[in-house]
């Protein structure tokens, strides 16, 4: 059965190809990385076309060309995007902060494309609901797959933010100021007080006693989840 479609939960996908990651080659296929990617602002912009019964976005995300300069992109036009790129929507994903130390991604460089001034690359092409191609958001709390091939590497030392609920844990993959432009790290050490949390959920912070790894699992699937302000999280366990 194919997989359903995804909502804008699962649409923070990587990225450029720089620094390898170190893995173990008889379980992990060839993964090219970036490091040095906590604090990295980012902006991506999904391009829906296809009919109704089967749309699907390319992902396009500025990591590794530019931080998104405000300037550019507040000047954007979502509906001039739509008719340059003959779309059926554009959805803008944006201004977001990585919060992992490095990332690894199967994924290899593509062509960088022009949205009028802003550069951006393609990174993924994924189903989308209906829905999410007319509102550009999902539901908060709502676990969502990903299929994808990535992991991410969170340092020792590092700061972590977690979403745990009465079955899994999930652990904050970048920040969104989408909801709360002036959001920053800093206010997610009490983001806690300002979260609806569902019942039996809570959020946390933790600093790390050693490395932590978060790979995909069953042959490429991430499982993800945003929080109130469209903070993105992803699984534990």
């Known amino acids: 059965m194919p997989a359903p479609p995804i909502g804008l939960t699962a649409l923070v996908l990587l990225l450029t190809n720089a620094l390898t990651l170190a893995q173990s080659p008889t379980t992990q296929p060839a993964i090219y990385g970036v490091d040095r990617v906590r604090g990295a602002r980012y902006c991506e912009i999904l391009v829906v076309t296809g009919p109704l019964t089967k749309l699907t976005a390319s992902v396009y995300n500025t990591l ?8 550019q992109w507040n000047a954007l036009d979502p ?9 059926r929507s554009v959805v803008m994903n944006g201004p977001r902060v990585f919060m992992m130390d490095k990332i690894g991604q199967t994924t290899r460089e593509t062509k960088t494309v022009s949205f009028d001034g802003l550069q951006m690359k393609k990174r993924a092409e994924v189903p989308v609901s ?6 550009g958001k999902a539901k908060p709390y709502a676990e969502t797959t990903v299929n994808r091939a990535t992991q991410y590497v969170f340092n020792k030392g590092s700061r972590v933010y977690e979403l745990i609920s009465p079955q899994h844990s999930y652990i904050m993959q970048s920040y969104a100021q989408i909801i709360d ?25 933790r600093v790390l006693a050693a490395d ?9 699937k991430a499982y993800v989840t945003q929080d109130d302000f469209q903070n993105t999280y992803q699984r534990v366990n």
């Open 64 to 71: 590794g060309l530019n931080s998104c300069p405000a300037s």
């Open 79 to 87: 509906d001039k995007l739509k008719k340059d790129f003959s779309a």
């Open 130 to 135: 209906l829905k999410t191609a007319r509102e």
């Open 181 to 205: 432009p002036k959001l920053t790290e800093k206010d997610l050490m009490t983001l806690q007080t300002r979260l609806k949390l569902p019942k039996g959920w809570r959020y946390q912070m």
């Open 212 to 220: 932590l790894v978060l790979r995909t699992v069953e042959g490429g």
